[in-house]
């Protein structure tokens, strides 16, 4: 038997191609410093959710494509190589909060919001962090008490992305007072019922602007309970999902600031050569492609492994790599443009600021390395060595 080599589809070809066609026919990439000042991209949105993207990840049945995680992954990846705050947006409504609700959500719930998200006429945001807790999941306060029909719900979340725009809150929260991990369930907030109060903004050096909000004793239907004490297990799986991609939006980040850097120095000249033809700027560019090219290999890897949710360590082996891997291509690619790079009139000084998010949401780096490093401990085999984690 042949080992074959790594290729996408036709399909997959294609989608990426609409994909593209659509960031160069709308400007993307130039227009993002719209957004720099923290206005929601939703003229973009709009477009996407013309040629499906916004329900790429929801059942058919919902109105959705139904695409796979490596395929969302493919599409937020050459959003992100023109617009980082786009691209969030994008990570938003296929993210962890619409496979929360697609795969554990009940039937009604699925029906109400899963065409609306497709349509781009409901956004939807994911509440996990609180001041005290970010990483520190084990932690967190905020709490449902369940009372006969009804589930109250009280706490504070913060840095929350689309506070301002979503209409649907996925909310993370403990059920019952129940202590640990074990107790996390989670529950589905509208913005309009009473008690739910956004109580302070930061607006981040990316573009986009994050939130604090209170849950002031929330009442909700029993129905919005969409995951019970226990149901820790299965949030962490879908949250694997954006262990993927996340990620995909720094691979795309730093294939946009390798495009920007071989247009630059190719133009620029400097004692009448192009800045391209000086050796030391080469070494850079061969670099940085090989610093790309070995991060996408790792992060499709990671996606394909869904079914349907990523495996945990490949997920997160990717996720440490590509984060770190884009923060230095888009520091490189800001580099041979000399001073104007750092000016905001070319887009590599935004992919720059964008590419700082990476390491910081969707799981930590830190708290990746302890994952991956306690599982090798625990379970490398010296046998088999490389062949023996179940990856290839
Ligand atoms: C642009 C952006 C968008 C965001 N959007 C959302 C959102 O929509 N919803 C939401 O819930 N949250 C969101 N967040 C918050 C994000 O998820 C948290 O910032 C993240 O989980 C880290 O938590 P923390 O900030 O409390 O840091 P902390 O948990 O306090 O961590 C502080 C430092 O300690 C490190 N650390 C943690 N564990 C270990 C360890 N075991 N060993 C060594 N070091 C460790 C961390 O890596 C970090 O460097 C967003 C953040 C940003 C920047």
Not at 150 to 179: D, H
Request: charged share 20%.
């Amino acid at each position: 038997m042949h080992a074959q080599r790594f290729k996408l589809t036709e399909e997959q070809r294609a989608l990426v191609g609409t994909v593209r066609d659509l960031t160069i026919h709308k400007n993307f990439r130039a227009n993002s410093i719209k957004y720099l000042d923290g206005t929601y991209p939703w003229d973009n949105l709009n477009d996407l959710a013309k040629i499906g993207a916004l329900g790429m990840s929801i059942p058919e049945e919902y109105g959705g494509t139904d695409l796979g995680v490596f395929e969302t992954a493919l599409v937020i990846e050459e959003v992100s190589k023109n617009c980082y705050p786009t691209a969030m947006a994008l990570m938003g409504m296929v993210g962890v909060q619409v496979r929360v609700i697609s795969n554990f959500a009940p039937e009604s719930m699925k029906k109400d919001i899963l065409p609306k998200v497709c349509s781009g006429e409901a956004h939807l945001a994911v509440c996990m962090t609180e001041p005290h807790a970010g990483t520190d999941v084990p932690n967190y306060k905020t709490n449902t008490t369940i009372k006969g029909n009804k589930a109250i719900v009280k706490g504070v979340k913060t840095l929350i992305s689309r506070a301002k725009e979503a209409e649907w809150f996925v909310v993370f929260t403990r059920i019952n007072g129940t202590p640990g991990r074990h107790g996390i369930g989670c529950v589905l907030v509208n913005r309009n019922y009473p008690g739910f109060e956004v109580t302070a903004q930061y607006h981040t050096m990316g573009g986009e602007n994050l939130a604090e909000i209170q849950f002031n004793d929330v009442e909700v239907p029993l129905e919005n309970v969409i995951l019970q004490e226990g149901g820790f297990k299965k949030l962490l799986s879908a949250f694997n999902t954006q262990r993927c991609l996340n990620p995909s939006v720094s691979l795309g980040l730093a294939e946009g600031a390798f495009e920007e850097a071989i247009k630059y120095v190719r133009e620029r000249t400097i004692r009448g050569s192009a800045v391209s033809e000086f050796q030391g700027i080469q070494w850079k560019l061969a670099e940085m492609y090989r610093d790309i090219e070995a991060g996408r290999a790792l992060l499709y890897r990671a996606c394909l492994s869904a079914n349907p949710f990523p495996d945990p360590h490949e997920a997160a082996i990717a996720k440490m790599f590509v984060n770190e891997m884009a923060i230095r291509v888009c520091s490189e690619a800001l580099q041979v443009h000399g001073g104007y790079g750092f000016t905001d009139d070319y887009p590599i000084s935004r992919m720059y600021r964008g590419v700082r998010y990476g390491t910081l949401g969707g799981g930590a780096t830190e708290a990746l390395k302890d994952l991956v490093g306690k599982k090798l401990v625990k379970d490398f085999d010296l046998a088999d060595g490389f062949l023996g984690m179940g990856t290839f």
